[in-house]
């Protein structure tokens, strides 16, 4: 099964992601925060990471960088996950090293689970 690390502070967004993605294979690890996710990180070794860039302790752009340094993590693909404006989202990806990004909210459920497999994809 493919292991998903949902990097997220709110309750409502883990479900709607746990909901949408279970039944499609998915197994979804949460960390409410970024010190929990780098060490669910480092504990799951998830297949992706979706990392929400507004986090109560520290921002994902940390967390993100705190993955990158993490040898035995630095290839594993990181989404932000993140409701910023597409063009912030867009200069977060290239300076913190995300692989891409997915817009919250999810619209479409459909089109946030191709979203997720072509990150997968491509990795």
């Not at 990097?7 to 690890?29: A, N, Q, W």
């Not at 960088?65 to 200069?91: C, D, N, S, V, Y």
Request: with cysteine; proline share 7%.
């Amino acid at each position: 099964m493919i292991k998903i690390l949902l990097v997220e502070d709110m309750p409502d967004t883990v479900e709607l992601v746990r909901r949408t993605l279970s039944p499609h294979g998915y197994e979804i690890v949460h960390a409410p925060d970024a010190e929990t996710g780098l060490e669910m990180a480092l504990e799951h070794r998830p297949d992706l990471i979706l990392l929400d860039l507004g986090l109560p302790d520290y921002d994902g752009q940390t967390l993100a960088g705190w993955l990158r340094a993490e040898p035995t993590l630095a290839g594993m693909p990181i989404i932000a996950f993140t409701a910023w404006p597409q063009e912030t989202a867009r200069k977060m990806v290239e300076s913190y090293g995300c692989n891409g990004y997915i817009q919250k909210p999810i619209l479409k459920v459909k089109d946030f689970v191709d979203q997720v497999d072509s990150f997968l994809k491509t990795g």
